[in-house]
């Protein structure tokens, strides 16, 4: 099944969200748009690793980025962005809401 939102198979979204890291670094923009200096003070990442899963997810499109000065910016698609904004995301074939609960 395609996502209606992305274009993509529903199951390539979600092979590319298994990944923990993947996972944690699109939890961390549903607050917003960060740079990478940001995001690695908080998964304490090799640099070329996380250069790597922000590569994957800005190639399935859950990502976006922009350049200001000497960053870059990273954010959440905002056609990803559901109802319930931040905290859910809606992909078209299905919806990943995240919980504050624990």
Do not use: W
């Not at 890291?21 to 200096?37: C, D, H, P, S, Y």
């Not at 870059?72 to 904004?85: D, E, Q």
């Amino acid at each position: 099944m395609k996502s209606r939102t992305l274009g993509v198979p529903c199951a390539d979204i979600m092979k590319t969200l298994g990944d923990n890291t993947r996972l944690k670094i699109v939890e961390m923009l549903l607050a917003g748009a960060q740079n990478v200096r940001d995001l690695n003070a908080s998964l304490r990442i090799e640099a070329t690793l996380l250069s790597h899963h922000l590569r994957v997810l800005k190639e399935a499109g859950l990502i976006e980025s922009e350049r200001t000065g000497r960053f870059v910016a990273y954010r959440l698609s905002p056609r990803l962005m559901g109802a319930k904004r931040g905290q859910e995301l809606d992909f078209g074939c299905c919806k990943l809401r995240f919980d504050n609960e624990r």
